[in-house]
């Protein structure tokens, strides 16, 4: 009895935080369907809004993608073997190390974007391309997908598998991509979800180190939130909507699969 | 093979369409599209001049704080900010001296006699009412109105240490309260009292939350207003406060070392000529140049014994105090 | 022979090698730049460190984000656990729904506040309808503390639920067996399970809440978060060596309280 009356608290309680992340977000849905907000519903639906917002802002959707598939990318060719040499060196310069990775995570992006600014501003063509943003995106992300990675990686046994396959002859780049990297798909595919997820909404660096020719989609988002009607703000939002659950969906289904596998 | 040929053939011309049209770009700060109408403008601007203008939504503090930071290599060719920030990109080397077409035409007020900003339009503050979100209350006619208890919750304005809007609120209530420049004890005092009134001090424009109700009072300029009531048809009313008010310019500047500074040239042009000019006015804001204003827009504005109310500064004497202003509202405004 | 620590070690090259360029070097000119002064008003830092208003507003922002942090991962830890060990139909669709705030800017949070407990919020409706007066609280702290947690709850439930997967259940059994009540598994196996993952999602999340600045920016409270002082600094008339300075030992500060809880962790015996 006891038992059940606790699951049905939790269970309230785990609903209750589902309400609170998503009726916000379904309110906001909603007002890009209105055709007048303040008036509410009764004025009728319309997409209107969202044709609206897609005639203005659809490069912004392409450049957001572009950057966070460049950006997982990126993060995954220099995250993971420095996932792997941190687990490997476990020693004062690798704690180090992993705190200096945090740092841009903890310094507003403000102040990283006019330190980035003032340093590499000068070199115009990289200055007005996308990947300026890129490299922002990229320091950002980093620390998440190295820790889960570095997590898995302590889990799983390695120095035994790696040992074996030494034994059998196969060299150290060889033993790492054939070996650990297959052995931490879960992880990775973890990081690579979170960094997708966390460049496509990058906003505080990307607001300094965009131009009017690079414009991303948060900052679309914070522009029409700011200067144009809510119902406009909010198609644009139902847009982000609908290219990123899905995204988030299959990315969770996968590494869900993977992970299972794993312990089997 | 003819189809290929054809699709071949429409490729190339789309690819040279584009690379026409990135040869024709100038970049401007601040050049939101619904603030002063700046999409119709710059769509007036592609058509007559050719040069294409992306729309930008930084506002005058942001733009030169960008400018000064990407001194080495600018990205923007123009920018677009409120007086006192002329003055500032001046004194801080970020803009060029030019002199556009009709530049004989803009009083000496307005403009700095070397060309490095020059006044497009400006705009005179007062109170902007969601008059429906007022729940029935009478819609407020001066500053003293607004610490009214019955409008509890209801008053924004912007942050006057960090918009320009937000200045230029303070220097007017400081002014209509019975100070001047040197003295902003009035205007500290006013915020002080309103700050019991549960205001809301928005950072950046907040025109989308006057219309959807959020923020029923607002202080802001009148041609938000008028394109509240006019364009997006809300019933918003527009009140030049009893006490008093100012009218700012809007400048504009050329970047110095602009990377596309022909195409900006020809922006700044445009902006002051007569098409441009007849543009702003449709937009409600007063064109600098001396020209007669459509009647149908002229009947829309509130009438000259109201503007009587609205007086003018010395811009520079602005300028040069705004910094220790700021300084002061953040400390003992809480 | 199994590789060694010290060959181990290149492979961390292309990783340092990306932030010594694109961190350390604009850090370094940052940290230069907050030594500049302005107008004879003494360097960045002096103005910093003595001035009673930004050492107020970093304090305020030291707390908020030590208490958002250790409130969503209560919160994040029970839905987390609840969820990773219940399957129904619908769960990784739910789950994703409830990562993608996530994604969201700091501003569209804010917004979002505004949509629940703003002038026109659905707590205002709410508060009408059963008090007669309106629940405003969008634009106090409380508002911004809210905004905190809607971006950090996500994180902690993910981690959560990842790190739930390789918890060893029958460790659980075992006490259960033993006759231990639920509260005495919960504090006794499952806490300690989780306790590394805990930890290192609380380090992030504090760090983002402390760096976090469109949630602040939007909802425009009178209190001023240092990255909102920052921005303040920033536009007014681009003050860039005291807004240099403010970055650093906001960012040196949140670095501090990392180590600390670094150092406490290690000598509390869990293994991070």
């Known amino acids: 009895m006891k038992r059940s009356s606790l699951f049905v608290l939790q269970l309230l309680f785990t609903l209750l935080v589902c309400a609170f992340m998503l009726v916000p977000v379904l309110m906001s849905l909603l007002a890009g369907l209105t055709r007048n907000f303040f008036v509410g519903v009764s004025s009728g639906l319309t997409f209107d809004w969202i044709v609206q917002v897609w005639q203005a802002y659809s490069p912004t959707v392409w450049l957001s993608l572009q950057l966070a598939v460049a950006c997982a990318v990126c993060v995954c060719v220099i995250g993971v073997p420095a996932a792997y040499a941190l687990v490997r060196m476990n020693n004062c310069f690798s704690r180090a190390f992993e705190e200096l990775m945090v740092l841009p995570v903890a310094m507003p992006g403000l102040a990283s974007a006019l330190a980035l600014l003032l340093t590499y501003g000068q070199f115009g063509t990289f200055r007005s391309s996308w990947l300026f943003i890129l490299v922002g995106h990229v320091l950002f992300t980093l620390p998440f997908l190295v820790r889960p990675v570095m997590a898995v990686m302590q889990r799983q046994h390695l120095p035994v598998l790696e040992e074996a396959a030494a034994s059998l002859g196969a060299g150290p780049i060889k033993r790492f991509f054939s070996v650990v990297v297959p052995n931490c798909r879960a992880g990775i595919l973890a990081g690579v979800l979170m960094v997708v997820t966390l460049s496509l909404g990058e906003f505080n660096l990307t607001w300094m180190l965009h131009t009017p020719m690079t414009k991303t989609l948060p900052v679309g988002l914070a522009d029409s939130y700011a200067s144009a009607r809510l119902e406009i703000a909010s198609a644009y939002t139902l847009i982000f909507l609908l290219m990123i659950v899905p995204l988030l969906i299959a990315l969770q289904a996968i590494s869900a699969r993977l992970s299972r596998g794993e312990r089997r | ?334 | 022979m199994a590789t060694s620590a010290k060959h181990a070690s290149w492979a961390l090259a292309p990783a340092f090698a990306v932030l010594l360029a694109f961190w350390l070097l604009p850090l370094a000119h940052l940290i230069v730049l907050g030594t500049e002064s302005r107008d004879s008003h003494g360097s960045g830092y002096w103005q910093v460190l003595s001035s009673a208003q930004y050492l107020g507003s970093l304090g305020q922002t030291l707390v908020l984000a030590v208490v958002v942090t250790l409130v969503a991962l209560l919160i994040g830890g029970i839905s987390g656990v609840f969820l990773a060990r219940q399957h129904f139909f619908g769960r990784s669709a739910l789950v994703a729904l409830l990562t993608f705030p996530l994604a969201f800017p700091g501003v569209v949070v804010g917004f979002l506040v505004i949509l629940l407990a703003g002038r026109q919020g659905l707590l205002a409706s709410l508060g009408l309808q059963l008090a007669g007066e309106r629940w405003i609280f969008a634009y106090s702290l409380a508002g911004l503390f809210v905004g905190y947690l809607y971006f950090s709850i996500p994180r902690v439930i993910l981690t959560v639920m990842a790190a739930c997967e390789s918890l060893d259940r029958s460790l659980e059994e075992a006490a259960h067996s033993l006759g231990a009540g639920h509260w005495r598994v919960v504090c006794d196996v499952i806490v300690p399970g989780l306790a590394p993952a805990l930890a290192s999602c609380g380090a992030i999340c504090f760090a983002t809440s402390m760096g976090a600045f469109g949630t602040a920016f939007t909802l425009g409270t009178r209190l001023n978060v240092t990255p909102v002082a920052i921005y303040n600094v920033f536009t007014n008339y681009a003050n860039f060596a005291v807004a240099a300075a403010l970055s650093v030992v906001l960012g040196a500060v949140t670095w501090a309280v990392l180590l600390l809880t670094r150092r406490l962790v290690k000598n509390s015996g869990t293994v991070l």
């Open chain 2, 1 to 334: 093979m003819r189809a290929l040929s054809k699709t071949l053939a429409a490729l190339a011309l789309c690819g040279m369409a584009s690379l026409a049209q990135a040869a024709d770009t100038a970049i401007c700060y601040n050049c939101p599209p619904d603030w002063a109408d700046w999409g119709t403008q710059l769509k007036a601007i592609a058509a007559s001049t050719g040069v294409q203008v992306p729309l930008d939504n930084k506002n005058s503090g942001q733009s030169l704080a960008q400018l000064v930071a990407e001194k080495a290599a600018p990205v923007a060719d123009v920018v677009y900010y409120g007086v006192t920030f002329g003055l500032q990109a001046q004194k801080a080397g970020v803009v060029d001296g030019y002199k556009p077409k009709a530049w004989d035409q803009i009083p000496a007020g307005l403009k700095d006699p070397a060309g490095h900003w020059f006044a497009i339009h400006s705009g005179t503050l007062g109170i902007m009412v969601n008059v429906d979100a007022l729940g029935g209350l009478p819609v407020p006619q001066s500053w003293a109105d607004l610490l009214k208890p019955q409008y509890k919750g209801m008053v924004g304005y912007l942050d006057p240490s960090s918009a320009f809007v937000g200045y230029v609120s303070a220097v007017a209530i400081n002014r209509a309260m019975g100070g001047d420049l040197d003295n902003f004890a009035p205007a500290i005092d006013y915020f002080q009292k309103l700050a019991k009134n549960a205001p809301i001090v928005p950072k950046q424009t907040a025109y989308a939350r006057v219309l959807s109700g959020e923020l029923p009072i607002l202080v802001d300029y009148d041609f938000n207003a008028y394109r509240a009531r006019y364009k997006d048809n809300a019933n918003v009313a527009f009140v030049i406060p009893q006490e008093g008010s100012i009218s700012v310019p809007y400048v504009m500047s050329l970047v110095a070392n602009a990377p596309h500074r022909a195409n900006g040239k020809k922006v700044l042009d445009f902006v002051l000529s007569d098409e441009g000019q007849a543009l702003w006015a449709k937009a409600y804001l007063r064109p600098v140049r001396p020209m007669k204003m459509p009647a149908e827009v002229a009947a829309q504005f509130l009438p000259d014994s109201d503007y009587a109310r609205a007086g003018v500064v010395d811009y520079e004497k602005m300028a040069a105090v705004q910094e220790a202003f700021a300084a002061r509202y953040l400390n003992e405004v809480k």
